[in-house]
């Protein structure tokens, strides 16, 4: 072997490795962004379904103890509903609404996620101004994804319209900036469920007594979760984007 087939096979060797690093540093990358994207969810699920076990010593299930804990609040006039759509506080229908497990259920997951719903009603009650940014933020959002995506989709149609690529660029960032509205509001809300509950219903169920001593620790997990909702809507919303963005690169 003379030194330029040598040099040759050494070049080679080189790339195989830089490329096999790049391939590695790739993977971890993927890796890292689904723990972050898919972690709060998966971890916020698991909490909710390891206490939702029906528990006989608690006297009523999750509905009951919401409408019991707004009418001792002096908020009669807040509805409590079973809801297909997950569990919620809808300020502009006044109303709880929580899943039909945690609705009639009497598990610890059923009763925490009720008091937290309810947490959401007295920050409306109590004119908590987070409360209602997020509330128009979210109708904000709702409008300006559907604008975005009608413009990532009608970036290829105009740009061959018009024929300059200046157009197709504005109305990508125009769609990008719409569609990115959602993930913004998603995490600047946050402190609003964080605020549900460690700030109301945390101390309601503690200093009510609604649940034990021990069941305390679980109960400021379940509320984690409950709060942590959130952040894995944001974090989809997120995903949801590069979902666009892998779409306009083909």
Same mark, same amino acid.
């Given at each position: 072997?003379?030194?330029?087939?040598? @040099?040759?096979?050494l070049?080679?060797?080189?790339?195989?490795?830089?490329?096999? @690093?790049?391939?590695?540093?790739?993977?971890?990358?993927?890796?890292?962004?689904?723990?972050?994207?898919?972690?709060?969810?998966?971890?916020?699920?698991?909490?909710? $379904?390891?206490? %939702?076990?029906?528990?006989?010593d608690?006297? =009523?299930?999750? =509905?009951e103890?919401?409408?019991h804990? /707004?009418?001792?609040?002096?908020?009669?006039?807040?509805?409590?509903?079973?809801?297909?759509?997950?569990? @919620?506080?809808?300020?502009?229908?006044?109303?709880?609404?929580?899943?039909?497990? &945690?609705? %009639?259920?009497?598990?610890? $997951?059923?009763?925490?996620?009720? #008091?937290?719903?309810?947490?959401?009603?007295?920050?409306?009650?109590?004119?908590?101004?987070?409360?209602?940014?997020?509330?128009?933020?979210?109708?904000?959002?709702?409008? #300006?994804?559907?604008i975005?995506? =009608?413009?990532?989709?009608?970036?290829? *149609?105009?740009?061959? !319209?018009?024929?300059?690529? #200046?157009? =197709?660029v504005?109305?990508?960032?125009?769609?990008?900036?719409?569609?990115?509205?959602?993930?913004?509001?998603?995490?600047?809300? +946050?402190?609003?469920?964080?605020?549900? %509950?460690?700030r109301?219903? +945390?101390p309601? /169920?503690?200093?009510?007594?609604?649940? %034990?001593?021990?069941?305390?620790?679980? #109960?400021?997990?379940?509320?984690t979760?409950?709060? !942590?909702?959130? *952040?894995?809507s944001? /974090?989809?919303? +997120?995903? &949801?984007?590069?979902?666009w963005?892998?779409?306009?690169?083909?």
């Amino acid at each position: 072997m003379d030194f330029v087939d040598y @040099h040759k096979l050494l070049s080679r060797s080189q790339f195989t490795i830089n490329h096999s @690093h790049t391939t590695m540093h790739i993977l971890i990358f993927i890796a890292l962004l689904a723990a972050i994207i898919f972690g709060p969810q998966l971890w916020a699920k698991r909490i909710l $379904t390891k206490y %939702s076990r029906s528990r006989d010593d608690f006297p =009523g299930t999750g =509905g009951e103890l919401a409408r019991h804990l /707004l009418d001792r609040l002096k908020m009669p006039h807040i509805k409590v509903e079973m809801t297909d759509l997950g569990d @919620h506080y809808d300020p502009i229908e006044k109303t709880v609404r929580l899943s039909q497990d &945690n609705w %009639s259920g009497k598990s610890l $997951t059923a009763v925490v996620t009720a #008091a937290h719903e309810v947490g959401h009603a007295m920050q409306d009650y109590m004119g908590y101004q987070p409360l209602h940014a997020r509330t128009k933020l979210i109708a904000i959002a709702q409008m #300006a994804e559907k604008i975005g995506a =009608g413009l990532m989709i009608m970036i290829p *149609v105009i740009t061959v !319209l018009v024929r300059l690529p #200046a157009a =197709g660029v504005l109305m990508f960032l125009g769609g990008m900036a719409s569609l990115g509205t959602s993930v913004v509001v998603h995490f600047v809300t +946050l402190p609003v469920e964080w605020d549900a %509950s460690f700030r109301r219903a +945390l101390p309601i /169920l503690e200093k009510g007594e609604y649940i %034990s001593a021990k069941d305390q620790r679980a #109960a400021r997990r379940i509320l984690t979760a409950c709060a !942590l909702t959130y *952040v894995a809507s944001s /974090l989809t919303s +997120l995903l &949801n984007l590069w979902r666009w963005i892998a779409i306009l690169r083909r």
